[in-house]
C-alpha cells in the first residue's frame, strides 16, 4: 500500500498543480498493474483491490485535466496508463481535450 499512499499525499500536495496530479495518476495506474499481476497477493479480493486502484487514478486523471492538464499525446502513450485506455472514461477525456485543441 506505500506506493498508493504516496500517491495520494502527492496528489494533496500538489492540488492546484495538473502535472503534480497527473503524476499522481500514474502512481496509481502502477499500482493497479503492481496489483493485477500480483501471484502472491495476501488480500482477499485482489480484483477489488484493483478495481479501487483504476478507480483512483480515473479521478485524478479527471482532476488534472480539470485543473488544466491537457498532454493528449501522454495521455494517448505514456505506457503508466495502458489499463486505463480501454475504459470509456479515458476515450470521452481524450476526446474532450482533442476537441479543446480544434482552431
Known sequence: MGLATTAAELARFEVDSAKG???AACMFCTCTMLTATNTQLVEDRPQQVVQTYADEALAFLQQAVAAGYDD????KN??????????E????LLAELEQKRKP
Open 21 to 23: 496530479i497527473f503524476l
Open 72 to 75: 493528449v499525446a501522454q495521455l
Open 78 to 87: 505514456n505506457p503508466d496508463l495502458t489499463l486505463l485506455r480501454p475504459r
Open 89 to 92: 472514461e479515458i476515450r470521452q
